[in-house]
């Protein structure tokens, strides 16, 4: 058994098939797709997205864009090991998670909550970002096969092993995570993610001091280590070697058990802390707020720039060059403006919704115009 029995069997011609062709390059397809993410919006947006721990004012903490960047970096080095397409795997990891919300996981289920016939995913609606909202409205074009591994590289299912579906799916269709990648480089990627965040996210929660190193359980740091450099180096090399003996990516028992240990321990003392937990309803006020805010100016008016305007504060103005700009989008392709509060939240960094709600209870402009008067009266006297 070696390298060679990881084949996709999907024609390439399928697998790397875009919207529009595009004309020969030096680069590889897969490529192309890599640095059509990276020049995006989505992505420069992803440096001021929570990973796990809101709105970091520590440099040292992980942000949503070097997750992706750990992600990438993991999977390519798994799949130079097994002799598949490091160039795929790059593309799937720097995009997975250009869907996510502000303000992490938290921003999902509230954005769930806000639109229940949606039942916000980040990984269906990543597929959404890159198809449809990136470039206004253009999407990036990217191929089928980096587009498959975006949607569904699920990062919160844990399997010992996965095979991909070497089938050909309307991926516009795909509405929940039971779907599986067409690629073998789709499923290193969607086993990359748990190996990517496990171990961070225990070393930023170490830094804050919201868990201490004697907690971690034996269970773990034997067998992984107790430092995310030997969490990934162990899980990386076990999936390497346990993939190549038995012709599917996974992991081997041992290390299996430990990194269930691991996603317990984290889930239950890190995720489901009450340090990140307190938070839930300071961050649902704040886009409850701009929902209900969004939702109330884009009623009145319309495509009426004065109306934008007049409110005085540079999210009625940006949202409405949002309006105008996407505005062929959503009338000839998304079938109305159902979706367009929903998407300007979604696409929100933590620390512009946060400012966003600062300004409409506060607009700098009311300060300023305050102290014109205040000064005019001065001078007047």
Known sequence: MNSLFFQNQLDNSVLTKRKVDKPVSIRSQYFR??????????????????????????????????????????????????????????????????????????????????????NFRHEIYSLRVVDSLTNYGEGLNLTYAVRDGIINHCGEKFEQTIYPDFTYKDLSAIDDRSFYPSTWEGVVVRMSDKIAYLGRDLEDALQLGIITRQQIPDSVTKVLGADNAKIINNLVLDLIEYSLKHNVIGFSDKIFLALKDLKEFNYQNIYR???????????????????????????????????????KNSLAERFYDYVLKMRRFYEEEDGGFDNVIYDYLAGMTDDYAIDCINEIMMPKSFSTQFDYLIKKRIFEK
């Open 33 to 118: 797709d890599t640095t059509a993410i990276i020049h995006s919006y989505p992505y420069r947006r992803l440096k001021h997205k929570t990973q796990v721990f809101f709105a970091p004012k520590n440099d040292h903490i992980c942000t949503r864009i070097e997750h992706v960047m750990h992600v990438a970096s993991i999977s390519a080095t798994i799949c130079r090991a097994l002799d598949l397409d490091a160039d795929l795997a790059w593309a799937i990891g720097l995009g997975h998670d250009l869907g996510h919300t502000p303000f992490g996981h938290l921003g999902e289920v509230i954005l769930s909550e806000l639109f229940p016939r949606k």
């Open 273 to 311: 802390s009450e340090v990140l937990s307190d938070y839930h309803n300071y961050f649902e006020r704040i886009l409850t707020t701009l929902h209900e805010y969004l939702t109330y100016i884009f009623h009145k008016f319309g495509f009426n720039e004065a109306g934008y305007f007049s409110e």
